[in-house]
């Protein structure tokens, strides 16, 4: 199918996913009374009184599909409503809050699937052997971890112990400081990028030192999947007949495994990896709190904490339309990685 | 195969959480703490700010940041809650019972150089007026000069006339304010409310560049009432403080900056030439940034405070008596939807739902409760058992004023005695609730239900965890038997005390069916009462009342407590400030 | 004539986790100069077993525990003991002067990659030099001719280049290309070896037959059909000219007019580059269409080596007649041979074939009997000669 039509047809299909999507979670929130969800608009013990006005005002008693209505009227007309957990109006929140999210992903992806697949290219080159049995452990460890625990034990010792020397946060109180003076222009507001584009290396640095503990949080936790997958994919890989030819045209076995074994194993792992932006996108909720990243996820759950609604639903959207943008690109990708993939087909 | 190497993988994991678990003991609090940042003072804590403008503002996390940007008329003075020290004002006195004038002083600009003047004065307390946000703070401006709770009537229609708004605050003459009261008012609450956030002094011309009210009469009504997404400073601020709005990066973080304008600099000069606010959730992040120096001050709960006793380098000060109080208050009428009262009626399978209507029963409950143990055990000792909602700091607290204790016998006689017969005999049945996570409020349930349990194994009294959102609901719809709530007050005056807790149309005694007719009558007049020795008769017998009438068991008064580097000097506890730190302005940080 | 490749006490076996696999067990054999030999057997026997011992391909967990494998090098005129050379001398063998045709052409060939790619590999790793030379002599040619502006201004970069491509041509590994090659930019540079190779891949595409191969060169496999692809597949097996071709089944998977045309064109590559071919299949009419000699093995041993006609008109292992009359003929009811295949892992003492041998003795049991010249070239392991 043609490339261009082949995207129009997918972005369509957006359509339903976004009603069906935030129907969904409209009629969850639904199961709330509508006492409990005015108590979002309350900010003060005095106004507890209030509640029956702010149902009326708000019109959290009436019928669902009046509400989703009213909801979505105002998201036609360009208004998503406003934030309670993040104190701003929705529209803005989602481009305040994802370059931090962006950033972690941006760090962390490469860092999960290039170290995964190298991990279990190895693995199955050396299947059996203790470098195999190595990656299984650092796996298990990565499955069974709690990614909290992890990411406290590490704050612990490397800002704890090593005291001061991996902070919290995003940026370091100079730094902090620095970037949002006039001499530093805020291209993006992804740290490390804007300290690149403003030449700037202190506020590099200081971004980057930020950075290693969180990604290395959700590098940890989510590696062990990729890896797995890679090694399982790559052992069948090499099972192919073609890995026998390539040997027996007397290649080395380095390019026998870098250039016909892997090329063909990436295909699966080029789908979870798309699926793994998409997740550390929309949020990565606990490492985006203890490490006081905070971004999307931190928003997400703070806004179903606080029965924020719009926020959840515009969360709702963000996600399916990113899911479904990676889930294209992801696509596009396959065509180029394996001949025999057709966009809108199958493998022939 | 794998079974053997998953084995492997399960030791290799068992020894690496020995290794940190061997590790995280000694992590921190080892070395000494470095002084960093200088001239920056930075605070980690909980929470979020919700909005900057004054007029909108009605939490204690915005409230702090308003007070670091703004100044009212009139500040607290010092660690006082009934005494004042001019601000934007430089004296007061009343011309007349009903009309109070200030002096404005003069020279004072605002951050961005604009001179502050009797106009700009005039503007703060009319935008308030006018603009009126739902839900907001402004009633403490119209209850004493319009005698009215707001703007609006219930279905959202004005009431009020701009002519009435108009003649509340006028300007005498180029540095003279007035205010005109409806009746008489007791003085000092009013300095206490306008020494609140909302008092705050805006700069009328930068609000109205931006778009906001601009002070003439013609259409004012479309000003009322904003959203929040149309308040103009919800995200601006332009104040007389002594720092100015940097930038603030919700949820994160707020960063201001030293105003250079500020007016008393020449006095004393502004000690920050930054105050960074961080919100960071997680207590150990908070607890190894402040023993890594990258914070001044971190909020420590109540249940960590073991974690920094005794830590080198961390200044503590504690046993500060915060103007807060936890009560149980017994619901006298619920809900004959509730599912938390058993059977719903007396059988010994649940509580009648007037149970709580009969006064000994409220006593014998009340002898029930353990004080002691409440304190020690879910207030780490920080609290102070009070008798009434009128806790210590607030003017007309009686010391001396009566108290229960725990008496195990005399709760049974009253339980045995009571309207309904004798209960132990009866037996009763029903279900406490607490917010989900506050293991405080969980601890004085199963006090009380413990103790209860001894007196007689009839009574059943089962403990349950709702989250907040829904508790909220839950008093509102009067389905709870007994709740436990606490109170932060608007300003330090016991009106605002007896309101919500002994009232009949009260925050708390209404949904609980409280009334009692004496004791609106004091209330009523205790609030607009100007004669000090009257006031304090009421207060008094106030506080009697409410150890003869019982509206539900005050538990204590927690003690607050600050945990600081050892750099910075000069905290001053005043329960009536919002925040943490407190008055930034006379504290200062150094490296000696 | 003298031998190409001989194979001396050639013993396999896999160690796997259900126990030791007994694949090749003390295998003698001899491929002549220039002469096909097929290898037939049942499935399971060690034909592929014995191709990949000899390119020492063995898969894991197989190994070759024993033996020797001497192979006369033309080119050298030396001999090679084959199991004793380093990896890296091996792997200038494989595809060069042994090459092997596998039986299925669909997965033989990398899907993610063009035919011609997959061709000019092989051009491009063991004849890079001659790769390099003609680069060379092309540049050099550009060099010649022509004052146009334009050249003048590439000259100084074309001379870069020839001195590039000369250094590749006299081979030994030089330090420049070799950076190139690993930078992945500059890798660019050495385009000229890419296409000198793509030429040959079209020629070599053209001498087996293939149609329009300019084409064909920049198809995917799955673009192919089978007989195409396995065309691909031995074109990319002669590219370098091998003096022995290795032929797994070639021909199993294809439909019955392919196979012919097949097994047409081995005759003729044959007769064409006098390689030495060693045919395995179990079919026996191909073998007697295109071999010149044929083994016959039974459980990883070898029963019978003779020629063709001979082995034909005069089997003499009973599991060679078994096999022959197991052979579908015209007016001939089918016979199948009795019993079940010998079990890998725990393989009959004795002659292996003695559970399902008619004319099995007492001795057949334990002892194990020896390959014995019984006529001229005729070769047989059984205790009835
Ligand atoms: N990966 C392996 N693991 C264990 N045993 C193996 C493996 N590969 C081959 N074998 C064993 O080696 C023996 C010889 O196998 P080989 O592939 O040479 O048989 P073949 O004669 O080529 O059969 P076919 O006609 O089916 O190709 C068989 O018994 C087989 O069980
Ligand atoms: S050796 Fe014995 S068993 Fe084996 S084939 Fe010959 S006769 Fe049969
Ligand atoms: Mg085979």
């Not at chain 2, 005498?172 to 009013?190: D, G, L, Y």
């Not at chain 3, 092997?100 to 890079?128: C, K, W």
Request: include cysteine.
């Amino acid at each position: 199918m043609e490339l261009r039509s082949y995207i129009i047809r997918r972005v369509l299909l957006l359509i339903p996913v976004l009603i069906g999507v935030t129907l969904f979670i409209f009629g969850i929130t639904m199961l709330f009374p509508p006492a409990q969800r005015a108590t979002l608009y309350v900010t003060n013990m005095r106004q507890l009184s209030d509640l029956p006005a702010i149902i009326q005002k708000y019109g959290l008693d009436k019928p669902f599909f009046v509400q989703y209505g009213t909801w979505l009227n105002q998201v036609l007309h360009g208004n998503l409503g406003w934030s309670r957990a993040i104190s701003m109006p929705v529209a803005q929140a989602i481009p305040h809050l994802l370059p931090a999210t962006l950033e972690l992903a941006i760090f962390a992806v490469p860092l999960i699937v290039l170290v995964g697949i190298f991990l279990g290219t190895k693995a199955a080159t050396h299947k059996d052997k203790p470098l195999d049995h190595g990656t299984r452990v650092v796996a298990i460890l990565g499955w069974s971890l709690p990614s909290f625990w992890l990411g406290l034990v590490l704050m612990m010792i490397f800002y704890g112990y090593f005291s001061g020397l991996l902070p919290p946060g995003r940026l370091g109180v100079q730094m902090d400081i620095l970037v949002d003076s006039a001499a530093f222009i805020r291209y993006t507001h992804i740290n490390t990028i804007d300290a690149i584009l403003n030449l700037n290396g202190p506020v590099l640095l200081d971004a980057l030192r930020h950075l290693i503990l969180p990604v290395m949080t959700l590098s940890v936790i989510n590696m062990a999947f990729i890896m797995r997958l890679m090694r399982s994919s790559m052992l069948e890989s090499l099972g192919k007949g073609y890995i026998l030819t390539a040997r027996a045209k007397g290649l080395a076995e380095k390019v026998v495994v870098n250039k016909h074994a892997r090329r063909n194993a990436l295909i699966p792992v080029i789908t979870v990896s798309g699926y793994l932006f998409a997740g550390l996108a929309s949020g990565a909720v606990i490492t985006e709190t203890i490490f006081s990243f905070k971004g999307i996820g931190w928003w997400a759950w703070q806004a179903a904490v606080m029965l924020d609604i719009p926020s959840v639903l515009a969360f709702a959207l963000f996600t399916a339309t990113l899911f479904v943008v990676i889930n294209l690109l992801v696509d596009i990708l396959y065509t180029r990685v394996d001949p025999r993939v057709r966009l809108g087909g199958a493998v022939q | 195969m794998s079974k053997r190497v998953s084995k492997v993988g399960w030791i290799i994991m068992a020894a690496l959480l020995c290794v940190s678990l061997a590790i995280l003991p000694a992590c921190g609090g080892g070395g000494a703490i470095p002084y960093k940042n200088p001239g920056v003072f930075v605070q980690q804590t909980i929470g979020r700010i919700d909005s900057l403008d004054p007029c909108y503002c009605y939490d204690t996390a915005s409230g702090e940041q308003i007070y670091y940007m703004y100044e009212g008329l009139l500040g607290y003075n010092g660690t006082s809650t009934d005494t004042f020290v001019g601000l934007m004002a430089t004296d007061y006195y009343w011309v007349n019972s009903t009309s109070l004038r200030f002096n404005i002083r003069p020279g004072v600009r605002f951050s961005n150089g604009d001179n502050m003047t009797v106009a700009d004065v005039e503007y703060s307390f009319e935008r308030a007026m006018v603009e009126d946000p739902d839900y907001g703070p402004v009633w403490m401006f119209y209850f004493p000069l319009l005698d009215t709770y707001g703007s609006r009537n219930s279905t959202g229609n004005i009431t009020i006339t701009s002519a009435e708004i108009d003649h509340a605050v006028e300007v005498v003459n180029s540095t003279c304010i007035e205010f005109n009261f409806v009746r008489p008012f007791p003085a000092t609450t009013w300095y206490q409310i306008v020494c609140g956030s909302w008092g705050s002094i805006v700069d009328k011309a930068y609000c109205v560049a931006h778009g906001d009210w601009p002070g003439s009469w013609g259409n004012w009504t479309l000003y009322n009432n904003p959203a929040q997404t149309n308040l103009v400073l919800q995200s601006r601020a332009m104040g007389t403080g002594p720092w100015a709005l940097d930038t603030w990066t919700p949820p994160g973080e707020i960063k201001l900056v030293k105003n250079d304008y500020y007016w008393n600099a020449g006095v004393h000069a502004v000690p920050f030439d930054r105050v960074l606010t961080q919100f960071v959730d997680s207590w150990p992040s908070r607890k190894l940034a402040l023993l890594a120096g990258d914070c001044d001050i971190a909020y420590c709960p109540r249940t960590n405070i073991a974690d920094l006793a005794g830590v080198a380098d961390v200044n503590a000060v504690s046993g500060l008596p915060e103007l807060t109080i936890d009560s149980f208050y017994f619901n006298q009428n619920i809900t004959s939807t509730t599912t938390y009262a058993g059977s719903k009626t007396l059988d010994g399978n649940g509580i009648s739902l007037d149970f709580f209507s009969d006064i000994n029963v409220r006593k014998g409950f009340t002898y029930a409760f353990d004080w002691a143990t409440y304190i020690a055990q879910a207030m780490q000792g920080e609290a102070t058992q009070r008798g009434s909602p009128f806790v210590y700091g607030l003017p007309y607290f009686n010391p001396a004023a009566n108290m229960y204790s725990k008496n195990l016998t005399l709760a049974k006689y009253y339980l045995e005695h009571s309207a309904w017969g004798n209960l132990t005999a009866i037996g009763f049945k029903f279900t406490l609730i607490y917010n989900t996570g506050n293991l405080v409020r969980k601890t004085a349930c199963e006090i009380l239900a413990n103790n209860l349990f001894a007196i007689s194994p009839n009574f059943q009294v089962a403990v349950l965890a709702k989250d907040w959102s829904s508790t909220m609901s839950l008093i509102r719809g009067r389905t709870w038997v007994m709740f436990q709530i606490g109170w932060l007050p608007d300003y330090a005056d016991p009106d605002n005390y007896a309101v919500p807790y002994m009232h009949s149309q009260g925050t708390f005694s209404g949904p609980a069916s409280f009334n009692n007719a004496t004791v609106d009558a004091l209330i009523a007049e205790g609030a607009i009462s100007t004669n000090t020795t009257r006031r304090q008769e009421i207060y008094y017998a106030l506080q009697q009342a409410w150890y003869d009438q019982l509206p539900g068991i005050i538990l204590a008064q927690p003690l607050g407590r600050r945990f600081f580097t050892k750099y910075i000097s000069g905290f001053e506890f005043n329960p009536t400030t919002c925040g943490q730190p407190g008055n930034l302005y006379y504290m200062s940080k150094s490296e000696s | 004539m003298e031998d190409l490749v001989r194979i001396r006490d050639l013993t396999v076996r896999f160690h796997t986790y259900e126990g030791v696999v007994y694949a090749i067990d003390d295998l003698d054999l001899d491929i002549r100069q220039g002469e096909t030999l097929g290898i037939v057997g049942e499935t399971g026997s060690g034909k592929t077993m014995t191709a990949l011992a000899i390119l020492r391909l063995i898969p894991y967990p197989g190994r070759i525990e024993s033996g020797s494998i001497v192979f006369f090098d033309k080119g050298l005129r030396s001999e090679l003991e084959l199991l004793k050379l380093s990896e890296d001398k091996m792997r200038s063998i494989r595809g060069c002067k042994i090459s092997m045709v596998f039986q299925e052409p669909g997965s033989a060939l990398n899907p993610v990659y063009t035919i011609g790619d997959q061709i000019s590999e092989v051009y491009l790793l063991h004849q890079r030099q001659e790769l390099g030379r003609q680069a060379k002599r092309r540049i050099d040619s550009l060099l010649g001719n022509g004052g146009t502006l334009a050249a003048s201004i590439k000259r100084p970069f074309w001379r870069w280049q020839s001195r590039l491509y000369n250094k590749i041509a006299e081979g030994s590994n030089p330090l420049e290309p070799r950076i190139l090659s690993h930078i992945p930019l500059f890798r660019r540079l050495l385009w000229r070896l890419k296409d000198e190779a793509g030429l040959l891949t079209v020629s070599m595409l053209k001498d087996v037959e293939i149609p329009d191969p300019d084409r064909v060169a920049g198809r995917y496999p799955h673009e192919l059909s089978g007989g195409m692809k396995q065309r691909a597949v031995i074109a990319m097996a002669l590219a370098c000219s091998p003096e022995l071709l290795i032929a797994d089944e070639p021909t199993t998977s294809l439909d019955v007019t392919i196979q012919a045309q097949m097994l047409e064109l081995f005759r003729r590559i044959k007769a064409d580059r006098g390689a030495s071919v060693l045919f395995i299949t179990h079919n026996l009419g191909v073998a007697a269409e295109v071999c010149d000699r044929v083994a016959v093995m039974y459980a990883g041993r070898l029963c019978e080596v003779a020629g063709v006609e001979e082995i034909f008109l005069h089997p003499m292992h009973p599991y060679t007649k078994a096999l022959l009359e197991a052979v579908p003929m015209p007016g001939k009811e089918l016979q199948t041979i009795p019993g079940a295949l010998a079990d890998a892992f725990n393989p009959p003492p004795g002659c292996r074939f003695h559970p399902r041998c008619p004319s099995a003795m007492p001795t057949c049991q334990h002892e194990r009997p020896k390959l014995k010249e019984v006529a001229k070239d005729h070769m047989v392991a059984c205790y009835l000669y």
